[in-house]
């Protein structure tokens, strides 16, 4: 029982300090939002499409912020959770009843279970190949990024990255007022 209540606060810090972490480029988004409402409720067309455009490049950078996290912790699940839970299952003899008195080994779930690591192993370098590609990204952009996309040991703050403001062209296309 007492392990289950460590999974669950555990849970709750990590789905906290996301909250925390994206709090700031929320707010930004709100405040934009709301900037763009009364740029609206004015009618002043220059007002409107400069409040447009901050209210895109916030969206943009929120939706961006919110893939880079969920990217991050898809690695991070694969490799704490998945992975060794699948070699932790092919470890033990998989065993199926053969006839009254015995059990033989179940090739047949042990197969599944070895293409399911299989498959495990290639998203995780998958993963792990589009980690790379968006922090060097980010590097070219002038941002700072610790560590590697994610170690195997999982240091504190290995998916950690600062970057000064960007600019964001617009993807949700042109508005029309």
């Known amino acids: 029982m007492a392990g289950r209540v460590m999974r669950r606060s555990a849970a709750l ?9 994206l ?14 409402e009364g740029a609206r409720a004015s009618g002043d067309p220059e007002a ?15 939706n961006e912020t919110r893939e880079w996290l969920r990217r991050e912790a898809e690695i991070v699940k694969l490799q704490t959770v998945t992975i060794p839970k699948l070699e ?4 033990k003899p998989m065993l199926v009843k053969h ?8 090739r047949e779930a042990r197969a599944q279970v070895e ?3 299989k498959l495990a192993r290639k998203e995780l370098e998958e ?24 170690p195997p040991d999982l240091p504190p703050g290995s998916a950690d990255v600062t970057a000064p403001s960007l600019t964001v062209k617009p993807q949700t296309g042109k508005a029309v007022i």
């Open 23 to 36: 709090e700031p480029i929320e707010d930004a988004h709100l405040q934009a939002k709301q900037a763009y």
């Open 88 to 91: 932790g299952i092919l470890a």
């Open 99 to 106: 006839g009254d008195n015995g059990a033989v080994e179940d």
């Open 48 to 62: 409107i499409r400069a409040a447009k455009q901050v209210k895109v490049e916030t969206a943009n950078r929120l």
């Open 13 to 21: 810090r990590a789905e906290l300090a996301l909250v925390e972490d």
């Open 115 to 117: 293409a399911a690591l």
């Open 127 to 150: 993963a792990n190949a589009t980690a790379v590609v968006v922090r060097r990204e980010l590097e070219a952009l002038g941002a700072f990024v610790v560590g590697d996309p994610v």
